[in-house]
């Protein structure tokens, strides 16, 4: 198994393709690591100069010096005078920490990263077309860093030895993956209630009573309605489920402030005459429903057709970064970030892919593995033609020289394009063709192993 990685810098196509710049320098000697798409919003990376900042307050390099005898130049007199030499000094009593709130066991999950079936086929046309040979980490580590490279395979496991495993719930629409039914089932009659319901609007009465105030959100300013209005509760927790999802309905609610402004009072019920009331889609003549009234009837008559309960989930990318459930997110976040410094999983299952689709994997270098579309066969030079068995000989003794140093070496002073230069350039294309020289993805070449075993590759399925 490999026990290097690099990463692997790519360029996307318009046509949704991607070109390969793959080299060997470590992770550590080029440049930082990827953003992870996994980190939660209030993450931060600490700033630059923090711990030197940190020194200078705390590791007395800015503080003056003591005076012998004295206090601190910098320290104000003490309050009474100085303390008489007889005196205790004062000890300062700190208060008590408070206690750590308890923190809530993670679930135990598992999970595991696989290569999507449409992204893996472009990685596999990239290979044929380059005719070289890739690392097969820096294939994995690419196909992680993809917005659409790769699904993740979410499981629950036993919590306690003897016990089954406990079962998993998927919204069958997006894919989002959440630890309990029910909220599965709000996030998606929520979320997917316009598949159902389509919104209009109707005209009515502005509505009458007296109102001395008017509930307003502080995050973005739109009136709710008077606390005392029927319609004010209905309002607060349709903002809070469609554009402050982030926060509980407390939180929220917390955010809701009372203006005593007959001016915006009346703004209030201008606006409520024209109300948004939902139809169903499959029974548009049936009488229009409000939005708590929607949800409820999604509730009651969709939950199986919304929400899958099942043992083992499957999360495409975009779905996994995305998932509501605050516990699985942090569960793939961590996972994710393992992944990253070493793709194992998605080696281990790119592994049979590759054969299946008619690639070949082998050793090189540093008990590296390498894939190519080529097959690797070593060529006996005593049977060769004299141009082809000088450049075998060259290369076996020259391993990783390049089109250029091959040249330079045979035919030292020759102009590339002249009809010698010409001549050598189509002998290695045939060697290449014929896997007895392998050409590496940054243009290095080298001599198969006369001992590797030449494996027929599986035809495309």
Request: positive net charge; aromatic residues 6%; charged residues 30%.
């Amino acid at each position: 198994m490999d026990n290097d990685t690099t990463e692997t810098p790519a360029t996307a196509t318009p046509g949704g393709d991607f070109l390969l710049d793959l080299n060997f320098v470590p992770v550590w000697a080029r440049k930082a690591p990827g953003d992870n798409p996994y980190r939660a919003a209030g993450d931060r990376e600490p700033a630059a100069g923090a711990s030197r900042e940190r020194e200078d307050r705390f590791g007395g390099r800015d503080r003056p010096p003591r005076r012998p005898g004295g206090p601190r130049p910098d320290r104000p007199p003490r309050p009474g005078g100085p303390r008489r030499p007889d005196e205790r000094p004062a000890v300062r009593r700190s208060a008590a920490p408070a206690p750590a709130a308890p923190v809530a066991p993670p679930p135990p999950l598992e999970i595991v990263f696989l290569p999507e079936r449409r992204h893996l086929s472009a990685v596999v046309r990239q290979v044929r077309a380059a005719r070289r040979a890739f690392p097969l980490a820096e294939l994995a580590q690419f196909i992680l860093r993809q917005p659409d490279g790769y699904q993740a395979r979410i499981e629950l496991r036993s919590a306690e030895p003897g016990r089954p495993p406990g079962k998993l719930a998927q919204c069958r629409i997006c894919h989002s993956v959440f630890l309990r039914e029910d909220e599965a089932l709000e996030h998606a009659v929520q979320q997917h209630l316009d598949r159902y319901f389509e919104e209009q609007t109707v005209q009515e009465e502005a509505p009458t009573g007296q109102f001395f105030g008017v509930a307003r959100c502080r995050l973005s300013g739109e009136l709710l309605g008077p606390p005392n209005h029927h319609a004010y509760g209905e309002r607060l927790q349709e903002l809070q489920a469609t554009r402050f999802s982030h926060l509980t309905l407390d939180e929220y609610r917390a955010q809701v402030e009372t203006v005593r402004d007959p001016a915006l009072v009346e703004q209030w019920k201008e606006q409520y005459r024209t109300r948004r009331v939902l139809r169903r889609r499959d029974t548009p003549d049936a009488p229009p429903l409000t939005r708590a009234e929607a949800l409820a009837a999604l509730r009651a008559e969709k939950a199986a057709e919304l929400v899958q309960s099942l043992p083992r989930a499957l999360a495409p990318a975009a779905a996994a970064r995305a998932l509501a459930d605050g516990a699985v997110k942090r569960a793939i976040r961590e996972a994710w970030n393992r992944e990253d410094r070493f793709p194992l999983q998605i080696m281990t299952a790119l592994r049979p892919a590759f054969r299946h689709m008619g690639l070949h994997l082998f050793k090189a270098g540093d008990n590296h593995t390498f894939v190519t579309a080529i097959a690797p066969a070593a060529l006996h030079a005593e049977f060769a033609l004299p141009a082809i068995r000088q450049a075998l000989d060259f290369l076996a003794a020259h391993p990783g020289a390049t089109r250029a140093e091959l040249l330079a070496g045979l035919l030292p002073g020759q102009d590339e394009r002249g009809d010698a230069a010409r001549e050598l350039a189509t002998h290695l294309r045939w060697l290449v063709d014929k896997g007895h020289v392998i050409e590496f993805f940054n243009g290095a070449l080298a001599v198969p192993r006369r001992d590797h075993p030449r494996r027929p590759a599986a035809k495309n399925a």
